[in-house]
């Protein structure tokens, strides 16, 4: 398809990334960190976890803008950085690369954090088969899907439990408002005060490095842009690539529509019913966070809502969501780190090197997850690093969006509000960052 829908509802039928990346957003940063800082702060975080579900996209948007009129990959238009460059076979590659290379390892510390809140929801739908069982089932289900299956496939397989786990959410929040639990005006408003408690700022840090988008899921959407077809051959035709930049916008808002829908009741649900529970408040009081079972609090946090049936439908819907962001993230990495390897120019690219390095990074991506789980077994802690790491490389990414759009014509640059906006998020996210280096070093 050359010729890109004119129409808002046509444009809606060609969704397709923003389901893929929604499926690797709402596991572990919604079901698991989202409530954790409900349960930490109560509802005096609310807009901090609007701020970060709603303040990425615009970066997503705009990498995205250059992938489409360029055709090139991420980390092909991240080659082009000023600043110190090196060259391996032929092959220009910037700091930023090198930078965001590094931080493969701690991102895969974090799939390796989801690898084993997988098993251990596993391990509750089926008590016979022990979590080390459940972790090596779910890294070679992972592999199988992802070595047999195609764009089209993994399309698919995540549209469904993403509607699946928008659904339910749904309808938890607005079961909340027939018990005990049920959430006021006078609630949300403190959440909106903009009060920070700086007792949970590791945890806020990685709140927000962990849920809506990060640079990994910005990594990874404009990939799938490519392979969605977002950017066909449109050169010289500029309301074309207009098009298609309207349709890949649209996208990326119906992201933000399904992350929020799927993240929102579960901090309304750690605000509302966990940060009543004493045992629970005592460890996140001492920023014990990986001394905390997180599923079965959350599985009690759903009986005490709905009833004690709906223990096990949230034993289900953690692993099926869960298992979608495992699958989802995979995927991604199958496609960066290929794109690593040739773009750095480790590994001189040929017709068919970028295929066969993704079949072989989706048994080696699950393979590495294990690892890290079986090092240290702790989906908490392992969540924590990856988020971190993830907040502090946002503002490199930042960066990098505000100098692509500078080269691009006049005609298919963004408006200077957006401009505007995307140096906003900047210096907030400088911010972000220096109150992380005041965390670690001077001990808040």
Known sequence: MNNPPKSLWGRLKYIGPSVIVTGSVVGSGSIVMTPLLGAAAGFTLLWWLLLSMWSKPIIQAEISRYVVITRKTFLEAFADMPGFKTTIKGKTTSWLVWFMFIGVVPSIAGMGGLAGAVAEAGHMMIPQINVAAWVVISCLLTWFILYWGSYQTLEKILLVMVLFFSLVTMV?????????????????????????PMDHLPLALAVFGFTGISYGEIMAYTYWCLEKGYAPDNEGDLEKTKGWIKVMQTDVWVTVM?????????????AGVLHQVPELQEALSNNSFWDIDIIGALQNMFALVLGSWAKWLFVALAFFVLFSTLLSGTAAFTRTIADYFISTG????????????????????????????????????????????????LPIVNIGALFLISKLEKELQPKTATKMILWATL???????FLLLIDNFKGI
């Open 172 to 196: 938890i929040a607005f079961s909340m408002q027939a018990t005990p639990y049920e959430i006021n005006a006078a609630q949300v408003y403190e959440g909106l005060s903009f009060d920070f």
């Open 258 to 270: 399904f992350i929020t829908i799927g993240t929102l009741p579960f901090f309304f649900l750690g």
């Open 346 to 393: 480790l590994i001189l690219e040929k017709e068919d090197t970028r295929a066969k390095l993704i079949k072989i990074i989706a048994f080696v991506i699950p393979f590495l997850s294990g690892v890290f789980y079986f090092i240290l077994p702790n989906p908490i802690m392992l969540f924590i690093i990856a988020g971190i790491w993830a907040a502090l490389g």
């Open 427 to 433: 210096c907030f996210q400088i911010f972000i960052g």
